[in-house]
């Protein structure tokens, strides 16, 4: 690793100041470590944001769930509050990576990181999050860019996730055996106009699938998906799954979810 | 007293280990030492045109930089096989030059090039980014199954092939197979494996020019194998000038038997710039360069009568041995696997060909089984088809093929001394319910899911020795044991054993053994190990010899410690040796009530004198002091054997197999710790089951490791297992006192086809490879949907 400078920021005013293009903020610091150990990325600047306590927190309305930037994993997952008003988002922080992970990994690195096989991505799609950031709201819907690409631009730093609280909605992972991110996740989530399936894993980035929010929202039961061929020549393939179990993985984790609401 | 041999012991090593007390070889610091990093090649095979260190000699705090160059001006010598194979054509095998840092040409990815070697890691890394190296690329060889084909890696080595290996008569089985009413034929893969000790290896190399004597502080499984091998090969130091010391290991499974180019590097290094060095490895190193295990390709045919009786076993193997051929990467794929090929069956005629392969990957060695694996996975699997296709109950086939009476002739070269196959069949299905599976399956079936039941019979050859056997088939050490028990003045002993414990549990067992021997409390027993300069010469710990092998050593030497008691204490009482018992500790004169304690013959054979009278309690003959030395060759491998069975639940439309149910009934001869045992079997199991489902090491074409992280290399975890039912047949061992047959592979050895008997029963018969992973068994799942619908 090479040498840099830490910083830690009182708040986020600081923070975004002491932001520049070889910086990063350093949340649970879970994707920033290992790629600098591994010199995949190099910084000159390492801006902590722990510190700021304004980014920690879980508050619940009537209507929505906002979480801090900077809260843990583990701490969603151990919410009572999350449980009672979205059990599926608590059960998806549950099964983020390891308790190591779980105890310092945090949703707004999740998010700001964008990895295709991350697993809130797929909540802040199905919920019709809003990412509030020090500058600005932005819907999730407009948030996700591509392949570990966000609409943050630089030194903006996302204060608090809002997740809309659904009338039903469940996660489905199948796991990388090794990593356990997803190779395929299905957050289906069924709101009182319509219903979301947002899908991680499967693609260069987190995507609503249309056929089958569409073909729910009409008949919000597994049946009516049961048996959509979905086209694979955009999913991933690698040495963990091909395009084609990818495609199939889908919509058997759709279902499972469909079923599990 | 009652005997602590049988009872579950609590772990003296525990309290170590649980409270951070151990002292592992990283946590080892010496006065003004450097650090090292290897430079190593990135490229699988390649040819160095040019290396230039000076801009990384100009970095910050570097002390030295060394590379192949000077390696070979030291006439340091390289890596070795330790056993020679010769081929089928009576050719000795071809073995390439292996050198510890390589000069002309790199073989694997990973293959260390330069050490840089500096005040501390962060600029010996610097500085390893600077050295610059001008590869000339080479086309790879990579594949297992096609490296004979490909460019020739080694120069002079032919088809890349170092032995065409044959063991069995070809005539003998042609003429089974004309007999045969059915052929039942099998093309399978072992897959290629990283041990993934939790320690990665490290060293730390110290030199004194005042003794001129180097000491190496290394994570090795045989630290006075590694001397004699550093000081006969390598040319490091002469033996008495190079001690080399193994403290807490943190797991081997085979991977830390093998001399380490970084070992030899450090050591001469340490010499050469007169300071300490220290090692370790990074994570990534360790996928890299340590030894992988298994990689076979096989095809294999059973002849079999039409009811069941099996006639005659061909094995065609090519056996990867990586880039190089390391200490046991010979013997693993031949002598190892070979005998155990046939089973736990009586199969008239059989043999096993191995065609060993070099290619451009980690160079493939002894991982916990070694060969046995292999081999069981191969009769397993070919059993199993046969039960099917004949359509026998797959334990009534095993059963009407075990051998019915012991000592067992087995096919190709093992005497099996004791065993009783068909009680431990029967007990493992009583265990895992074997009658009630078909309600299972149905209400599996009822869920939408597959359920498959395995079974594998296994045997295996550990304790590996005796050193006549061994030597004749061409391994280039004897592989006795040794122990050596001192007793103090004032009664405690320390028991010094030549086989090393890195997670075997020997400061307990063995122990336990001197405790019962001695009738002295296990507290006042240590044990010692993992040093050359502590005890005597020893050969260290694989193939589940420790207990079979060195803990029969001690049982020896405390036998011989007895006997000098007796005549002590004949001599202090006035009596006959030959009247002297020894019991729990005490030396009493039968038919007397005079008797002495151990622990007062000890000290009377430091204090041999008594004052004011020229009277010795030493009799004549006996020298004063209390300690006695075994060398033990035993005269026979051991043969634990079992019947282990699993379940399977498959969900067809995501390829998830889960795990259900895992049986395991072994014969380990008589048990020392059944707690340690457990523990030895859990273990086993978790890699032998690692294996069937979850790892698997790949490379591409171009070489480059694609597994070579845990993003990517799949490490079973504690929630990929069900409860494992474990049980125990006995019979004991006749060819050693105690009676033990050894624990620590049985689970590694009878898990993969265990478990894949159980996956490709759930899938009708269908061949699936290891790992099953997701997708593979969707696939499956997919045509046994089609063909159903088919034959509806
Ligand atoms: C072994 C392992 C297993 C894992 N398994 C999973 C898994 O199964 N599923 C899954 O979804 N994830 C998984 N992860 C990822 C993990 O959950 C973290 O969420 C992720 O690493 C990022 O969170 P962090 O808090 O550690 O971010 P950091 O590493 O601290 O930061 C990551 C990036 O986000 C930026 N950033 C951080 N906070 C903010 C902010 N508030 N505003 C703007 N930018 C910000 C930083 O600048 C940096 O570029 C795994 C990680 C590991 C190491």
Not at chain 2, 295 to 301: L, N, R, Y
Not at chain 2, 509 to 527: H, R, S
Request: glycine residues 8%; charged residues 25%; contains cysteine.
């Amino acid at each position: 690793m090479k040498d840099f400078n830490y910083h830690s920021a009182k708040d986020s005013k600081e923070a975004s100041k002491l932001a520049s293009s070889s910086s990063a903020f350093l949340a649970g610091g879970m994707t920033t470590i290992p790629s600098m150990k591994l010199g995949l990325a190099t910084y000159k600047d390492l801006i902590d944001i722990k510190n700021i306590k304004k980014l920690s927190g879980i508050k619940v309305s009537g209507k929505s769930v906002t979480i801090g930037a900077a809260t843990k994993h583990v701490e969603v997952s151990n919410s009572k509050d999350v449980k009672k008003a979205i059990p599926s988002l608590s059960s998806l922080a549950e099964g983020i990576g390891d308790p190591q992970v779980r105890n310092r990994g945090t949703i707004g690195g999740s998010i700001a990181n964008n990895d295709p096989s991350a697993d809130y991505p797929s909540a802040c799609i199905a919920l019709n999050a809003t990412i509030h950031t020090n500058e600005r709201k932005i819907e999730a819907a407009k948030f996700f860019k591509g392949m570990f690409e966000t609409a943050l631009k630089k030194g903006e730093l996302i204060e608090a996730i809002e997740f809309q609280i659904p009338e039903k909605s469940s996660y489905q992972k199948h796991p990388n055996p090794a990593s356990r991110y997803a190779i395929v996740g299905v957050y289906v989530a069924k709101h009182k106009a319509d219903v979301n399936v947002a899908v991680t894993g499967a693609k260069s980035c987190v995507y609503n699938d249309k056929e089958m929010s569409k073909a729910l929202s009409g008949n919000f039961s597994s049946s009516s998906i049961d048996g959509i061929d979905l086209d694979s020549s955009e999913m991933n393939t690698d040495m963990h799954a091909s395009a084609e179990f990818r495609a199939s993985l889908v919509v058997t984790q759709a279902k499972k979810a469909v079923d599990a609401c | 007293m009652a005997s602590l041999v049988g009872s579950r012991v609590e772990r003296k090593e525990d309290k170590r280990f649980l409270t951070g007390k151990g002292r592992y070889t990283a946590d080892i610091n010496l006065a003004n030492q450097t650090y090292a990093i290897f430079v190593r090649s990135p490229h699988a095979r390649a040819s160095i045109k040019k290396l230039n260190i000076d801009k990384a000699l100009k970095s910050s705090g570097v002390v030295s930089i060394l590379t192949g160059k000077e390696i070979a001006d030291d006439k340091i010598g390289g890596l070795i096989a330790g056993w020679a194979i010769r081929s089928e054509d009576g050719t000795e095998m071809k073995c390439p030059g292996n050198p510890p840092l390589a000069k002309d040409n790199v073989n694997f990815v990973g293959d260390p090039v330069a050490v840089v070697i500096a005040e501390s890691l962060a600029e010996a890394k610097e500085a390893a980014e600077k050295v610059e190296v001008d590869y000339k690329v080479l086309k790879a060889v990579t594949s297992t199954a096609d490296a004979m084909n490909g460019d020739t890696i080694h120069e002079g080595i032919d088809k890349n092939l170092c032995f065409d290996w044959l063991l069995g008569d070809r005539q003998k089985v042609k003429e089974a197979f004309d007999k045969a009413d059915k052929v039942i034929s099998i093309d399978i893969i072992n897959n290629r494996l990283i041990p993934n000790a939790m320690e990665p290896r490290a060293c730390v190399a110290d030199y004194n020019a005042a003794s001129e004597e180097i000491t190496l502080y290394t994570t090795s499984q045989n630290p006075h194998l590694s001397r004699l091998i550093m000081s006969a090969f390598g040319n490091v130091a002469p033996e008495h000038k190079l001690r080399v010391v193994a403290p807490d290991v943190g797991g081997g499974f085979g991977s830390k038997i093998n001399v380490y180019n970084e070992d030899i590097v450090c050591s001469w290094a340490a010499k050469k710039i007169n300071r300490a060095i220290k090692w370790v490895a990074e994570r990534s190193e360790s996928f890299l360069t340590d030894i992988h295990g298994r990689d076979h390709v096989t095809h294999a045919e059973l002849a079999v009568t039409k009811d069941g009786k099996f006639l005659g076993f061909k094995n065609e193997t090519i056996a990867n041995l990586g880039a190089y051929a390391r200490v046991f990467g010979t013997v693993t794929p031949t002598y190892l696997f070979g005998p155990c090929a046939t089973g736990v069956y009586e199969i008239p005629a059989a043999y096993t060909n191995v065609k060993a392969v070099y290619t451009n990957t980690a160079p493939v060695d002894a991982y916990r089984g070694a060969g046995r694996p292999e081999a069981t996975y191969t009769i397993e699997r070919l059993v199993e088809k046969a039960s099917m296709e004949l359509g026998i109950d797959k334990t009534e086939l095993r059963i009407k093929n075990f051998p019915t009476a012991f000592p067992f002739k087995q096919t190709l070269v093992h005497t099996v001394d004791s065993g009783d196959y068909v009680a431990g069949m029967e007990k493992a299905k009583q265990m895992a319910d074997y009658k009630g599976f078909e309600a299972r399956r149905k209400e599996s079936e009822a869920k939408g899911k597959l359920r498959g039941i395995g079974v594998t019979s296994y045997f295996e050859a550990c304790g590996i020795a005796p050193s006549a056997a061994v030597m004749s088939l061409g391994c280039g050490v004897g592989l006795w044991e040794s122990a050596e028990v001192r007793f103090n003045p004032t009664g405690q002993v320390t028991v010094y054993t030549g086989s090393h414990s890195h997670g075997q549990s020997h400061q307990t067992t063995f122990a336990q053994i001197a405790a019962d021997e001695l009738g002295v409390p296990i507290e006042n027993i240590d044990i010692v190990h993992g040093d050359t300069d502590k005890g005597t010469f020893g050969m260290g710990t694989y193939g589940s010899r420790s207990l079979a092998v060195g803990g029969i050593a001690i049982v020896n030497a405390c036998k011989k410690i007895v006997e000098k008691g007796k005549r002590v204490t004949a001599k202090m009482l006035e009596a006959n040796p030959e009247d002297v018992e020894f019991k729990d500790g005490e030396f009493i004169v039968s038919k007397s009530n005079k008797k002495k304690t151990i622990g007062e013959v000890a000290f009377a054979c430091y204090l041999p004198g008594v004052r004011d009278e020229m009277k010795s309690p030493l009799p004549e003959g006996d020298e004063p002091g209390l300690k006695e030395t075994s060398f033990y060759d035993p005269s026979n491998f051991s043969f634990p054997a079992g019947t282990h069975i699993a379940e399977v639940e498959i969900d067809p439309e995501t390829g998830h197999v889960k795990l259900e149910k895992y049986t395991a009934c072994d014969d380990f001869g008589r048990i020392i710790n059944p707690m340690v045992v457990e523990g030895q079997v859990h273990g086993g199991l978790a890699q032998g089951i690692g294996q069937a489902l979850y790892e698997n090491a790949e490379y591409d074409e171009t070489g480059q490791l694609m597994t070579g992280s845990y993003m990517d290399y799949t490490m079973p975890r504690a929630d990929n297992f069900p409860e494992f039912n474990i049980g125990y047949t006995c019979t004991h061992a006749t060819t050693n006192p105690l009676g033990v047959k050894g624990c620590g592979e049985a689970g590694a050895i009878a898990a993969p086809p265990t478990v894949m008997n159980a996956v490709i029963d759930a899938l009708g018969g269908q061949e699936v490879t290891m790992p099953a992973t997701a997708e593979k068994v969707w696939k499956a799942c997919k045509n046994l949907k089609k063909s159903n619908a088919k034959a509806a």
